[in-house]
Every structure is written in C-alpha cells, then in structure tokens.
C-alpha cells in the first residue's frame, strides 16, 4: 500500500504526472459529492465548447461583386438594404469606376455568424478622378452587405452612408442626405454661387460639388468629433491631399447653415466656391487673411445688410479692446477660436480696404499674384502703392472708425 508521501514524490519526480492528478483529483471530487448527496450513478460530465464561427468570405466576395455589376449594369434595385441604397445612389450621381476588393476581417466573428470587414473601394465622381478609401463594411451569416463605415481618420462617402437627393445642373452637383424640398434649396445656392463668383473672376468652366451630410461634417471628413461642430461649410480636396489640382468639393454643415436665413446661407455657399474656383484648398502661397477676406468679399459684394450684420463680431470686439495690431494668420483661423467668426469679418475688411483703395480689379490681381508666388509685399507696392505695414495702418483706422 503506497503513502500519501510515496504518492507526492512520485508527482514531484515525473512533472507529466501533475496534470494526470488534477483530473483525478477533481473526478474524486466530484464522486464524494455525488456520495454525499445521495445521487443515483454517477456519471463525469463532459466539457464542452462553443462551435467555431467563420467568416462567410466567399459568400461577402460575391455581394461585393454583386455591388459593383449592378452599378456598372444600371440596375436599380428596389430593396432598402444597404448594398440596393448603394447601386442607387451610385447612378443618381453617375459614379464610374466603382470596384471593391475584399481584404480581411476587421475583428471577430459573431456568434450570429456576422461580422465586419476591411474593404478597399474604389470609384469616379463625374469631372474627378478615381478616389480609392479602405472602408468598414459589416456582413450577415451570408455574405449579404448590412452596412458600410470608416475608420477613424478616414472619409465616409456620402453614397455609402445612406439614401441621398441628388440635383444636378451644367454647373453643380448637389449630393444631399436630406429631403428633396432641402435638396433643391440647396441646389438653387449653389446656381446662385457660381453666378456671384463669375462676377469677379474668371472661371471658364465652372464646376461646383456640395456634399450635405445628415450628421455633420466630421466623420464626412475623417476628422476627430467636434472639429467642424461650428463650421457652416468647408472645401477641401477630394481625397484629403493638398496636391496642387486635386478637385475640390464643398461639404455643407446642416445643422449650422440651417439655421442661417435665406442671405446667410447664399454668403457661406458663394464663399465657398470662391474658394472651390481659385483652388484655395491647395494653393498655400497666399497669406490666410487674403484667402478668406477674398472669399467674403466675392460672397458679400452684392449685399446690401449693414456692417452690424456683417461684421458685428469684429467691431464688438474692436468696441472692447481696440483694432488688432496685425492681419489675421493662421493662428487666428481656428475652428475652435473662442472668436471664430471675427475673424473672417476682419479679413473681408482689409479687402474692402484695397478694393476702395485700388479697385476690384487690383484686388483680383493681388489675388492672382499671389497664388503664383510673387511676394505679398511686392504685389501690394505694384498694385496699389504701398505695402503690408500701410495696409494694416489703413485697415485698423477702418475697423476702428466703423466701431465708434
């Protein structure tokens, strides 16, 4: 009969043994408690575990194929699942050149069989070039699409997000989430814009994109929550790039410009495609006050509201603590400026100052300048006769005089 002891050295001298006792201690256990109990036989329950879930890629490869012919096909699907509101939108913008790749899954597999996964899309917005993003897109047990998303930092394409209202002309097109009432207002300022920015400029064949958001501006753009919470509408490049000539749209904030009047929306917009019109999304050799002065004095130009309107910020501020000592930078063009919106209205003041000083002409001409790369202080000498240090003498009298 072996000891208690005997037993122990043995465990210690063989480390295989060890796990052999576990289970044998755990089954004397488990006996003792049936004994103790007064159970009938006694039988070792069986582990058990969970069935292994996979990922139905083949069947999510052929939705994906199916997305992409029935764009290519011009089929209009009736359903309302996200791949049917997809093809539609796609030929109610004219998207070309859609093509999706399945790449991995982005996670696990739920135990419903669903998931989501990684997905390199490409497409063609008519007048743009192809546009590639890797996109989320969610899976049922099947295979069949049940959503689309980005990750953080990305874009989320318009025609991916849900139904849209799409209004088109020879000189816009309007990509909207919203109903088709505010899908032809905004179609209507942006008809109007081109006509306002083709007064003072050149724009030979003009082309205005707006893209209208339901949610807001952020996850449209790829930019952290709250970035553009009160921003009326940015331009920006299609794909996100600042390389020279890279097509620009407009994204629109709904939920700001809807709460403008009839006039206050056409100023934002019209300012916009002033920016749209000379590239200003990617033109960086302009100084910021230009950029933006310009693009309120082109939207503004045909106003007729007093300067309590148009400028109440600034003059407030001026009112508490005098003219600023220089022209607004960068560092005052902030989304999150406790004064944003002052300094807009102080820029547009500085190119109403030239273009009294010089004419609209000489002002579109240091626009111009500029944008080519020849010195703010060399263009403003040849155009007007004098330079930045003038000008900002003019403009501070300017703001201080129309303050009193």
């Known amino acids: 009969m072996r ?3 005997s037993l122990l050295s043995r465990i210690q001298a063989h480390p295989a043994l060890i796990g052999a006792a576990l289970v ?5 256990a ?3 408690g049936w004994r103790l109990t007064g159970g009938g036989e006694y039988v070792a329950p069986t582990p058990t575990t969970a069935p292994v879930v996979r990922a139905d890629t083949a069947g999510a490869r052929a939705s994906l194929d199916q997305l992409v012919t029935g764009v290519r096909d011009g089929a209009k699907p009736d359903g309302d699942d996200a791949s049917s509101v997809a093809v539609r939108n796609a030929h109610a913008i004219g998207l070309e050149d859609v093509t999706a790749r399945y ?8 135990q419903d069989g669903s998931w989501t996964a990684d997905v390199e899309m490409s497409w063609r917005t008519p007048g743009d070039p192809a546009l590639t993003e890797e996109l989320r897109v969610g899976f049922d047990a099947e295979g069949a699409i049940t959503g689309f998303s980005a990750p ?3 874009r989320m394409p318009l025609w991916l997000s849900g139904p849209v209202q799409v209004r088109r002309s020879g000189s816009s097109l309007v990509i909207a989430q919203a109903s088709a009432e505010v ?6 300022l942006a008809a109007t814009a081109v006509t306002q920015v083709r007064k003072v400029i050149a724009w030979d064949d003009p082309r205005l994109v707006l893209e209208v958001p339901a949610t807001g501006l952020d996850a449209a753009l790829g930019a952290p929550q709250g970035t553009y919470t009160a921003v009326a509408a940015v331009t920006a490049t299609v794909d996100g790039s600042t390389k020279a000539g890279a097509p620009l749209h407009v994204w629109v904030n709904p939920g700001v410009i809807g709460d403008l009047d009839a006039p206050g929306a056409q100023v934002v917009i019209t300012h916009e495609a002033t920016h749209a019109a000379t590239d200003a999304a990617t033109n960086t050799r302009r100084p910021m006050w230009l950029i933006e002065g310009f693009a309120d004095y082109v939207a503004l130009r045909d106003t007729k509201l007093p300067l309590s309107k148009t400028a109440g910020q600034i003059l407030a ?12 930078g960068k560092a005052e063009f902030n989304t999150r400026s406790e004064h944003f919106g002052a300094e807009y209205e102080a820029a547009w003041l500085a190119c109403e100052v030239l273009a009294e000083a010089g004419g609209e002409q000489a002002l579109v001409d240091l626009y111009d300048e500029t944008g080519r790369g020849i010195p703010l202080e060399k ?8 330079g930045v240090d003038e000008l900002t003498a003019r403009w501070r009298t300017h703001l201080s005089d129309s303050a009193r």
């Open 317 to 328: 501020q001026v009112r508490e603590n005098g003219a600023p000592d220089h022209l607004p």
């Open 103 to 110: 790449l991995a899954e982005a996670g696990n597999v739920e």
């Open 379 to 386: 263009s403003l000498q040849a155009s007007f006769g004098f």
């Open 24 to 28: 044998l201690v755990m089954l004397l």
């Open 30 to 32: 488990g006996f003792v």
């Open 183 to 188: 899908a032809d207002r905004y179609a209507e």
């Open 3 to 5: 000891t208690v002891g």
């Open 152 to 154: 953080q930092g990305t």
